[in-house]
């Protein structure tokens, strides 16, 4: 039930901030994006699901196997489709990264280096006396707020930071792999096909039997996994009989 509540709780945020920002970066580009995974008849489905089956096995989330974070969307994709395409072991079964690590493995290192270069230790020693209240608790929290103040100052009252901190809306428990700061270890977003991680011969050997669809047929063949076709008719038949088969939880 827990784990429900906090599904729905992040699930009602995503206007405030996920999706709000990715409005605002695609926009201010031309661009405009789409989120397909929150479609609506799609979210009813994945939250009728019985949270019990999402709850993440930590030793799995160390060793990059079953009954880490998605499983059950990952195994959607595990044998060859139709088609024969399949996508490698170790990038299917790779770590799940937050938004913000996605970006670059080493991305939330670097950041950390580039804001502890501009908020000195004394300065943090003396957050509290400068900012009572919402005191950052990190060099970078420091950073953004010392621009926030900046730019609104006496205005701190109008902000209120997510219980446990973080980028991506807190959380309402710890979490053993993440801090303030991002994820503890960012080897854990590595997989063995990555670039000075195996041998070539290795990297060869586990990607022999994966061949290079064409965009359009990578389409193709990533609907017909899921077993959609471009029938709308067939879609919602094959849709309902997914959903009956999850059942109702």
């Not at 080897?187 to 290795?202: A, F, P, R, Y």
């Not at 077993?227 to 094959?238: A, D, I, M, Q, R």
Request: charged share 25%; proline share 4%.
């Amino acid at each position: 039930m827990a784990l429900q509540n906090e599904l729905k709780r992040i699930y009602g945020m995503l206007g405030n901030i996920n999706l709000h920002r990715t409005d605002r970066m695609t926009m201010a580009h031309g661009l405009e994006a789409r989120v397909p995974f929150l479609d609506t008849e799609f979210t009813e489905l994945v939250m009728s699901v019985n949270p019990a089956k999402k709850i993440v096995d930590a030793e799995a989330v160390k060793s990059n196997s079953r009954g880490r974070e998605k499983t059950m969307l990952r195994e959607l994709y595990e044998a060859p489709n139709s088609e024969g395409y399949s996508i490698p072991e170790p990038v299917l079964w790779r770590a799940k990264a937050m938004q913000c690590e996605g970006v670059g493995e080493d991305w939330v290192s670097i950041l950390q280096e580039k804001v502890s270069s501009l908020v000195s230790d004394e300065e943090m020693e003396g957050a509290a006396e400068k900012f009572s209240l919402h005191t950052p608790q990190t060099k970078e929290e420091y950073y953004y707020r010392r621009i926030f103040e900046e730019n609104f100052p006496g205005m701190e009252h109008v902000v209120t930071p997510w219980e446990g901190g973080g980028r991506a809306m807190g959380a309402a428990w710890k979490s053993d792999l993440y801090t303030r700061e991002g994820l503890k270890n960012v080897d854990l977003l590595s997989h063995s096909l990555q670039e000075g991680k195996v041998s070539k011969e290795t990297a060869l050997s586990a990607t022999s039997e994966v061949r290079k669809p064409s965009a359009r047929s990578s389409s193709k063949s990533l609907f017909s996994r899921l077993g959609f076709s471009g029938n709308k008719k067939s879609n919602t038949s094959t849709f309902a009989s997914f959903a009956s088969s999850a059942g109702k939880n």
